[in-house]
């Protein structure tokens, strides 16, 4: 796999894709992952979310081969993360790195490199990679949670991996940090890598995945792209008319659901495009016609609540065998 920080810019979008299969995991009588399916492609960021207590951290436990399935697989290029021969050169992650509050960070990721073959050149390259430049020979106890990320993030990187495992890799991090993240994954995707990042807010990743995978109580509720995702909001346009009178009887006749906004109405259900011709055929004139952005975290919240039933997905766009 090409480097991130090589010089070489060229890439091979062969990275292994990542299949969860069935996946359970029973913890005392109850399921913390339940019958979970999903698939990861390469060439993409792909977002693992859902609400705490969902199962993501217990999901890739097993597929980190830090946890054994009740049933089910987890796999990366199709075998089990313990049948890699050398996985720490096949997937990165940032899960349980092991620091040692009294080591420096650079100690700290010398410790991991051995495994990963490669040397203190690869440290460095890091170090200056995730931000940690000046900070690396300082003790990883007195690094703020930020530091700790990109601590993580570097160690994840370390024998160059196809595939990057992240769980919460923004919990910490301050703005500027988040940006720096988002444009690092990109690039990792960019360079064909397959990229699984989880979070417990779609808002804190909407501007940086493909693909979702939404999890609550161990279950999948929806696998897609992004962008169809947001053809699960509903719709709703802003409308207002110098004529309130005359816009009032079009909504009664239309039967549109509507609540009062600024100077205005919100219609809730129907598009822009529909309101428009009806206000034009009844002779309504409009000072107003646009459509409410797509809102998805409402949808986020709507798929993840608790009295939600999992939603009519699509084959996931994302799956790759
Ligand atoms: N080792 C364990 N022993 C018992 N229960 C566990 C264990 N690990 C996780 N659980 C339970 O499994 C469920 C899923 O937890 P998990 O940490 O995987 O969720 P999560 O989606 O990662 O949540 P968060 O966003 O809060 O990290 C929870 O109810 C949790 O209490």
């Given at each position: 796999m090409t480097s991130t920080t090589s010089t070489s810019t060229t890439s091979t979008p062969s990275a292994p894709a990542i299949e969860v299969e069935a996946l359970t995991k029973v913890y005392g009588g109850l399921?913390?992952?339940?019958?979970l399916s999903f698939t990861v492609r390469p060439g993409a960021v792909t977002g693992f979310l859902g609400p705490n207590g969902a199962g993501k951290t217990t999901t890739i436990r097993m597929l980190l081969g830090l946890a054994e399935p009740t049933a089910g697989r987890a796999l990366i290029g199709g075998r089990t993360y313990r049948e890699h021969r050398r996985p720490a050169t096949v997937v990165g992650s940032s899960?349980?790195?092991?620091?040692?509050?009294?080591?420096?960070g650079m100690d700290h990721l010398r410790s991991f490199a051995a495994p990963c073959g490669v040397g203190a050149a690869r440290c460095r390259e890091l170090v200056a990679l995730v931000g940690l430049e000046g900070a690396e020979?300082?003790?990883?106890?007195?690094?703020s949670m930020g530091m700790r990320q990109r601590l993580g993030l570097a160690t994840a990187l370390l024998g160059d991996p196809p595939v990057i495992v992240l769980d919460e890799?923004?919990?910490?991090?301050?703005p500027q940090g988040i940006v720096w993240l988002r444009h690092l994954l990109r690039q990792f995707a960019a360079e064909g890598r397959t990229v699984l990042v989880s979070s417990h807010a779609l808002r804190e990743v909407q501007h940086t995945v493909d693909d979702v995978v939404i999890v609550a109580r161990g279950r999948l509720v929806h696998a897609s792209s992004l962008a169809s995702l947001a053809d699960l909001a509903a719709v709703a346009t802003y409308v207002s008319s110098p004529d309130g009178a005359a816009l009032g009887r079009l909504v009664a006749h239309q039967a549109w659901r509507v609540a009062p906004h600024e100077s205005g109405l919100l219609v809730h259900d129907v598009a822009a495009a529909q309101v428009g011709d009806a206000a034009f055929a009844a002779g309504v004139p409009l000072h107003r016609l646009e459509p409410r952005d797509v809102d998805l975290e409402e949808v986020f919240l709507r798929l993840t609540s608790p009295t939600s039933a999992p939603s009519a997905t699509a084959p996931h766009p994302a799956a790759v065998r």
């Open positions: 399921p913390a992952v339940d019958g899960l349980e790195p092991g620091f040692h509050p009294g080591r420096s020979h300082r003790r990883v106890g007195g690094y890799p923004a919990n910490g991090l301050d």
